[in-house]
């Protein structure tokens, strides 16, 4: 295994898209950082550099690269909540299951219900609460109840994987490839961030769009292939701090398989499963590139392909500077 403060080169994979990115990422940077100052995200030491090395606005500015910039603002506080509450349940919560479950709870109560519950800020701390009310608020106006109940599914899912994850950390019980694969498209957050492409363009999909076959291997697909190269960057991280949850890892124990055979691995699997994707979207093209809405919901599954390659290899997310030292074993 790696060790700590080693990073691997990235391997190449197969992305045939263009990069974008929106000409309104510097503005959102700067707005993020003021934005997540504000909420307290960020009182730890060194969080304010290791989030302006992250640069999130890029990673939204990147898959939504024609959203105005009140949009990108939105979007952007999204993720830099989800990835706070992923790190809270990851890190924090993960010795002690109870306030981990408390705290999926009280999300998606919030969600639900629109209305934040006084326990909520006990179980995710009075900032990050107060982030998730302020971007629920600011989004819950510009979508129908169906989209609501869709996204708010989408986001127990992600919750669900991440307590997945947080059971196989406390017991250390690494996952077996096929248990992976399928919990991983609920920890990568992918559908809810998918959901979020509406809102960004003012949009809702039609029903049929959703309900379409080819949709729905689309997005699963361009789920995958973003989870798995998010795999492939971050290895060396949860190889440093002793984490099983990776596909590179999967592949190493249960083919028994030297480590750079298991990455060529998961290049692999990444390659086929963007092949299938760009088989469905043609086949959508086909269809619908009639309908200016369902081009929208087509076309930002590609620009948050593309898009995620770019801000990984950008982001100081993976950096050796952002590698935790090891985990001590439970007393």
């Known amino acids: 295994m790696t060790h700590r403060g080693q990073l691997a080169a990235a391997p190449a994979v197969l992305c045939p898209f263009t990069p974008r990115i929106s000409p309104h990422a ?18 730890r030491p060194g969080a304010r550099a290791a989030f302006a090395r992250a640069r999130f606005a890029n990673l939204m500015c990147r898959a939504h690269p024609d959203a105005a910039e009140p949009e990108l603002r939105l979007a952007t506080a999204w993720l830099i909540s989800i990835f706070v509450l992923d790190d809270l349940l990851e890190r924090a919560l993960v010795r002690d299951p109870e306030p981990a479950r408390a705290a999926v709870t009280e ?27 302020e971007v ?9 109840p169906v989209w609501r109940e869709r996204f708010v599914g989408h986001v127990a899912d992600y919750l669900a994987g991440t ?6 950390r406390v017991a250390d019980r690494p996952p077996l490839l096929e248990e992976y694969r399928r919990m991983r498209h609920h920890s990568a957050a992918t559908d809810m961030f998918f959901d979020l492409i509406e809102p960004m363009h003012g949009v809702e999909l039609p029903a049929s769009l959703l309900e379409d076959p080819d949709f729905g291997t689309a997005r699963r697909t361009a789920g995958t292939v973003i989870g798995i190269f998010n795999d492939l960057i971050s290895w060396p991280k949860e190889a440093a701090v002793g984490d099983h949850h990776n596909i590179v890892f999967s592949f190493q124990r ?5 480590l750079e055979e298991a990455v060529l691995a998961a290049v692999a699997e990444h390659d086929a499963r963007m092949v299938e994707f760009q088989v469905a979207r043609d086949r959508l093209e086909a269809r619908w590139w009639g309908d200016p809405t369902a081009v929208v919901g087509i076309t930002d ?25 090891p985990r001590r074993p439970a007393d």
């Open 107 to 133: 999300v998606v109560r919030l969600l639900r219900d629109q209305q934040p519950a006084p326990i909520l800020g006990t179980a995710l701390g009075r900032p990050l609460a107060g982030a998730l009310s």
């Open 301 to 325: 599954l590609v620009h948050w392909i593309r898009g995620n390659v770019d801000w990984s290899l950008e982001s100081g997310r993976y950096t050796p500077e952002e590698i935790p030292a």
């Open 254 to 258: 249960e083919q028994q398989l030297p």
């Open 26 to 43: 510097d503005a959102v940077q700067r707005w993020s950082l003021h934005w997540a100052t504000r909420h307290g995200l960020l009182d």
């Open 136 to 144: 629920w608020k600011r989004t819950e106006p510009r979508v129908s």
């Open 163 to 168: 307590l997945w994850e947080a059971g196989n």
